[in-house]
């Protein structure tokens, strides 16, 4: 398998993995041999990269699993999508089914450690598949820095709803003012994590203190939200 960008993406090429919606439906399978009326589709879906077979890498054997199946990813984000449409209807978002998502993504990533996010899943809305793919890295950093089972829950719950300010008040958000949307709407929630909560409100803090919304530096941001 040879992950390949739109750009260079050829005729001829064979899909490795299947392309998706978010409730399941297959666009196009695996093994299809590309032409390029599939290639301009796949462009007009706004997808910057396709798995494809490479029988030189697949020849020594260098196979490996994703770090989230198509299933599992496919379930994610659409508990995803149903939570953050909960919270754009002015909803409290049903959390235990947050809180297992996050339990599937560290049993995901405590098997394998090799980390593969291809965009083979094609959302209506890219933050679903964003926050997705964030809280897997951050559960992979997690995991290196030798954290704990609650302390890694705590750190993919928090990158699971980072960006979930950016659907509020209709959208009507701007980016500077997402994380403190975003925070006053978690914090809110019984039994998420107030440390959770910090990562939606000081992921885009810098460590030399230039992020937003509070400009915190150094040690002051959580370690949470510097890794997400």
Do not use: W
């Not at 998706?20 to 297959?26: E, F, H, K, P, W």
């Not at 093994?31 to 997808?47: N, Q």
């Not at 659409?78 to 209807?89: D, P, Y």
């Amino acid at each position: 398998m040879q992950k390949v960008s739109m750009n260079n993406l050829k005729k001829g090429m064979k899909t490795y993995s299947r392309l998706c919606t978010t409730d399941g439906r297959v666009l196009l399978g695996s093994s299809i041999r590309l032409t390029d009326k599939y290639i301009h589709r796949i462009r007009s879906m706004g997808i910057h990269s396709v798995s494809v077979s490479n029988p030189l890498v697949e020849r020594e054997g260098l196979i490996y699993e994703e770090t989230l199946p198509e299933d599992k990813k496919v379930e994610a984000i659409q508990t995803l999508k149903t939570g953050f449409t909960e919270a754009r209807n002015g909803n409290t978002l049903n959390v235990d089914s947050i809180s297992q998502m996050a339990a599937m993504i560290l049993d995901s990533v405590r098997m394998n450690q090799i980390i593969h996010l291809d965009s083979n899943i094609v959302a209506d809305d890219p933050v679903y598949g964003h926050c997705l793919n964030v809280a897997a890295l951050a559960a992979v950093i997690g995991n290196d820095m030798e954290y704990s089972a609650a302390r890694m829950h705590e750190l993919v719950m928090g990158a699971l709803l980072h960006d979930i300010g950016k659907v509020l008040a209709d959208g009507d958000v701007t980016e500077e003012d997402h994380p403190a949307k975003g925070f006053a709407y978690v914090r809110k929630i019984r039994k998420y994590s107030t440390v959770s909560a910090h990562v939606v409100y000081s992921h885009h803090e810098n460590y030399d203190g230039s992020g937003f919304p509070r400009n915190l530096s150094g040690d002051n941001i959580h370690e949470y939200a510097r890794i997400t």
